[in-house]
């Protein structure tokens, strides 16, 4: 049988679900919003390598991410240069990536990813 396994939980959310073979993140954010995209983006980057490590995975396994951008028009280019040096084209997941209205006024990148875990050295 599969168990479900949460990663710091709260009333809300959990910050990771692990379930058969797969991890999947809620939204990560930028801590201090007063960067720009690039500053936000690479923060959440690094909160995701960290949510992955503690899960079993890296970004060498990831499946599916989305994207939220505040403005897409004014933000996309700065999310993809930060994208382009965290992640090697040949683990590059399905992405999506859209504009929408964020749930506080300073956030300006939310990305959830979906990824496998690494599986046990034998």
Known sequence: MNVVKRIVTNP???RAVI???MV????QVADDRTQ????QTKQALVKIDNVLAEAGSDKS???SVQIWLKDISRDFAGLNEV???WMTPEHAPSRAT???EMGAPDVLV?????????????
């Open 12 to 14: 809300r959310r959990g």
């Open 19 to 21: 379930y058969n073979g």
């Open 24 to 27: 999947f993140l809620g939204g």
């Open 36 to 39: 720009d995209i690039r500053g």
């Open 61 to 63: 396994r990831l499946l």
């Open 83 to 85: 994208w382009d040096q």
């Open 98 to 100: 859209s504009q929408c």
């Open 110 to 122: 939310e990305i959830i990813v979906t990824a496998a875990l690494v599986p046990p050295v034998s």
